[in-house]
């Protein structure tokens, strides 16, 4: 049973899904620290790729990403042109070296393109770098999915799929301007399953404009019914100050912070009672599926994917403002279209923001992904000792925390103040003042 302390999730904070935060990028970085640390993987090294689809058929009024609709097939043909050259330019600078172990497409909406061109991209990459068997995984519209979308995805032996279904709610969806009807999700996954992906996720959503208790149970249930292998809870993040879209949902008819908390405490209830493993603190699976084994043997990671089991340090990205994690650097591309065109035409790596990544921080990284992954993290080697344990007094006097010499421990109850507990190790929060979404 978990207990709501609205003085510890009062102050909003990241997601974390890398370290440091997109907040704190600069850009003193360029196409030439791209370079250099292409230049650090070596000739077996494991290496995930990431694929940017900045367009979808549809733009849903809550959406964080960086996409724009798909109205017009110059535009995307010419994107998607570049975005095939750019692949050829990180293969040159890796000149044979790495082993492509997993490609991820994410967006936006990949199935915003034409199948034909999925395919060629994927054999493009085939062609440009070592590829060892890779897990290819995607995420997916339901609303635009259809048949010979599941066969380029039967074709290039695409296993994993995410489906962004938000909630089954019809007055939910239209106050988020997502109507996405239940049958188009039932299709989809039997189109799916059909293909031969073994590894069905639902990104659902809760903290959503009008939506009760009683709308988030019955959307948990639907999605329940069609036992995915995974499923992804997040709160809704309303930040209109960042997202202009988002100006369109009803600010009033918002969920406060004790009703936020009470549905997440409901998705972590009702999921873990139908057989779902709880993976880090929004994640959900299936026991035998691979991230909840990974969680088991504490493996589990945390990239800008989420909670995975992908176990490489090095994901390269492509595409407009597609972000790159190596060990020693955090490198983001153009997220303007025209300047990314500008930059891959002329032969030049793309990358305009990020930062270089200093021991400490790679330090704190390893150990606030720990904490959210396993749920502990010795933070012996950290600074400033005395600070972070004055900074985590409060979560430890409600029992959310506990100390066994410098291990850090989450207490029962402490998963939905995971966040909140990982940002008193964060060195830059203390005098960033960047607004962030709620702590839960």
Not at 397 to 416: F, H, Q
């Amino acid at each position: 049973m978990w207990r709501y302390h609205p003085d510890l999730l009062a102050t909003p904070v990241p997601r974390y899904t890398s370290f440091p935060t997109a907040a704190e990028f600069g850009d003193d970085v360029g196409p030439h620290d791209m370079e250099a640390a292409l230049a650090t993987i070596g000739e077996d090294d494991p290496v995930s790729l990431y694929l940017h689809i900045p367009y979808c058929r549809e733009i849903c009024w809550y959406c964080g990403c960086n996409t724009g609709a798909a109205n017009r097939s110059g535009r995307v043909s010419a994107y998607l042109q570049r975005l095939g050259e750019e692949v050829d330019l990180i293969a040159r600078n890796l000149a044979g070296r790495g082993q492509v172990r997993r490609i991820a497409w994410g967006g936006g909406s990949p199935n915003a393109i034409a199948p034909e061109a999925f395919d060629g991209l994927m054999l493009r990459i085939s062609q440009a770098f070592r590829c060892n068997d890779p897990v290819v995984s995607i995420e997916l519209d339901p609303r635009c999915f259809d048949s010979p979308w599941a066969d380029a995805l039967g074709r290039n032996n695409v296993s994993r799929a995410s489906l962004g279904v938000q909630t089954f709610a019809p007055h939910v969806q239209e106050a988020i301007g997502r109507v996405q009807p239940h049958s188009d999700i039932v299709r989809t996954v039997a189109q799916l399953r059909g293909a031969g992906v073994d590894s069905i996720n639902f990104d659902l959503m809760y903290g959503l404009p009008g939506q009760s208790m009683g709308d988030l149970t019955e959307t948990l249930d639907a999605a329940v019914s069609m036992r995915p292998d995974r499923l992804a809870v997040f709160g809704y993040a309303h930040v209109p100050h960042l997202l202009p879209r988002q100006r369109r949902i009803d600010a009033t008819a918002l969920p406060d912070g004790r009703m936020r908390f009470g549905q997440a405490a409901l998705a972590h209830d009702r999921l873990c009672g139908a057989g779902y493993q709880p993976v880090g603190f929004d994640h959900f699976a299936l026991p035998g599926d691979a991230i909840a084994v990974a969680a088991r043997a504490g493996r589990l990671r945390r990239n800008f994917q989420g909670f995975t089991e992908d176990e490489s340090d090095v994901l390269i990205g492509l595409g407009a403002s597609a972000i790159s994690a190596f060990p020693g650097w955090l490198l983001q591309n153009e997220k303007n279209a025209g300047r990314y065109h500008l930059q891959i035409g002329n032969g030049r790596l793309a990358t305009a923001r990020g930062l270089r990544r200093s021991p400490r921080d790679r330090l704190t990284g390893r150990l606030i992904e720990r904490l959210l992954c396993d749920g502990r993290a010795d933070v012996t080697g950290l600074p400033d000792l005395a600070g972070i344990r004055h900074r985590l007094a409060g979560f430890e006097s409600e029992g959310l925390i506990a100390w066994s010499g410098n291990l850090l421990l989450l207490g029962d109850g402490g998963l939905p103040y995971a966040r909140g507990i990982a940002a008193a190790l964060d060195p830059y929060r203390k005098h960033s003042q960047i607004r962030f979404s709620s702590a839960v």
